[in-house]
């Protein structure tokens, strides 16, 4: 990937970050760590990789996005505005009563969101359904999902793991957001689900790790899946939760909590500043 | 004697009958030769998807299908379809309302030797309460049939019960059927039976032998559990002044509460419920049971003349 490429997805990134943020700060609820953790990713995928179209949004042959870790609704709905498919202006409705922005993604309600989700565990098994349906029918679209890494503590991901590889779902790519931490704390101390690449190669996955931050990992691990036949690939993405806003990298305590007025116009001036660094409008 | 068909039989026939659409698609939980889907897997293999023992993946799956198009029917027990799955059909299927339709099978106290682990007395309840879910209880092969079919062109999630039990088969050619749509088998001005599923050939049983002792019973068939007909419950409230509900079900969140609901809002009369009474059940023959159980002819008769003297 050229700087140039490097760096409009850098900025699209860091609006989408924005975004998430003026979201869960005007509804002073929601949940900023992790959706700072899969901006990158999210950014790559919209604005970069999957076949949508925002005048379109039930365009049959689209790639498919279901967000499995539907907490982080606010990072989808950025990338949502970022790609065009929403208004940015309605992004500071999140979470409020006169919104369709709700905490979780709602599928009848958002134009580009695939799948309601937001109970752990289950966006899985509705992407790998939206794969068969892909394989039964021949069709070439690609089915994206996001799972968190305290998801994975979730029982029905090792059945949908299961299911996937059963079923050869190689038009199914699923990110793991691994930032290490959830809402009581390290994941290795709440409930321990790692090694997670050597859990998923024993479920018959590919399995990739990447930075989750670094695009040209992003990318050339996306298209090692699309190269992939007979199986499907988890992208183990190593992230920083918070990623991008300093006080809250690797801060538990960032996960569910909104950051006040002051947290607010601090973390908007941090990611102003990167944005400004590598030549992009704010 | 009528015919015997187990309605469970009667859903694997239809799905092979309508499986020529190729928009189904029928996922099964290692239950095959049991929900009686492996029919639909014999005629339909690409079509077909065994899903193994996981059954909330099993409603996931279904709904990511869905949305893709899919008419999508998810099979299991009633215990795991609608029990161990609540919560996979109240997000993934329930609250999108996506086109699933969850065939749960071996439902009420009839599954027989099993026992209590498998007799699913509380599914109808369960589902009830999840808005938009359509509930069907069909009471034989002729209205399984028919049940599957509606199921098939209504857009949205269904949750059909069928059984595992042989049950004479009550209804003809002739017969039709309408989600939403409760049927009068037979008039009467004393008391209305409303029964569905299993227990509707008791109900008519017990109509029969009130009139031997002077008592004109109305009977009603209920399928549609949601949305329940409402008019032909306070029709019957307001022409029989009493009514009693027969259901294999906990007499808690069924029919009888559903059937509650509308006396309550619309027309309150006497009122008496048939079904298990909040209890588990126990292996045994499935006839041995239902006796048992007071999920039989002779109960629907005493709690007519009860509820009758009740007026």
Known sequence: ?282 | MAEKMATREAYGKALVEFGANENIVVLDADLSKSTKTDGFKVTYPERFINMGIAEGNMMSTAAGLATCGKIVFASSFAMFAAGRAFEQVRNSIGYPHLNVKIGATHAGISVGEDGASHQCLEDIGIMRTIPGMVILNPADAVESRLAVKAAIDYNGPVYLRFGRLAVPTIFDENYTFEIGKGVKLSDGKDVTIIATGLLVPNAIEAAAALAEQGISARVVNMPTIKPIDRDIIIAAAKETGAIVTAEEHNVIGGLGSAVAEVLVEECPVPMLRVGTQDVFGRSGKPYELLELYGLDTKTIVEKAKAVISKK
């Open chain 1, 1 to 282: 990937m050229n700087s140039e490429k490097i760096d409009q997805l850098r900025i699209n990134a860091a609006h989408i970050r924005k975004m998430a943020l003026e979201g869960v700060h005007s509804a002073a609820a929601g949940h900023p760590g992790g959706s700072l953790s899969i901006a990158d990713i999210l950014a790559y995928l919209y604005m970069c990789e999957m076949n949508v179209d925002p005048k379109n949004p039930k365009m049959e042959n689209r790639d498919r996005f279901v967000l499995s870790k539907g907490h982080c609704a606010p990072a989808l709905y950025g990338a949502l505005a970022e790609r065009g498919f929403i208004p940015k202006e309605d992004i500071k409705g999140l979470r409020h009563t006169d919104s369709y922005l709700q905490g979780h993604p709602d599928m009848k309600g958002v134009p580009g969101v695939d799948m309601s989700t937001g109970s752990l565990g289950q966006g899985i098994s509705a992407a790998n359904g939206m794969a068969l349906a892909a394989k039964l029918d021949n069709k070439d679209y690609r089915v994206y999902t996001i799972l968190g890494d305290g998801e994975s503590e979730e029982g029905q991901v090792w059945e949908a793991a299961m299911f996937a590889a059963h079923y050869k779902l190689d038009n199914l790519t699923a990110f793991l957001d691994f930032n290490g931490l959830q809402i009581d704390g390290d994941i290795t101390k709440v409930m321990n689900p790692t090694p997670l690449d050597k859990k998923f190669e024993a479920f018959n996955w590919n399995v990739i790790t990447i930075d989750a931050h670094d695009f040209n990992q992003i990318e050339d691990a996306v298209n090692k899946a699309k190269a992939t036949k007979g199986k499907p690939t988890l992208i183990l993405a190593k992230s920083t939760k918070g990623k991008g806003v300093s006080f809250m990298e690797n801060n538990a305590g960032w996960h569910g909590k909104a950051p006040n007025d002051e947290e607010y116009a601090q973390a908007i001036a941090e990611l102003d500043a990167y944005i400004e660094s590598i030549g992009g409008a704010k």
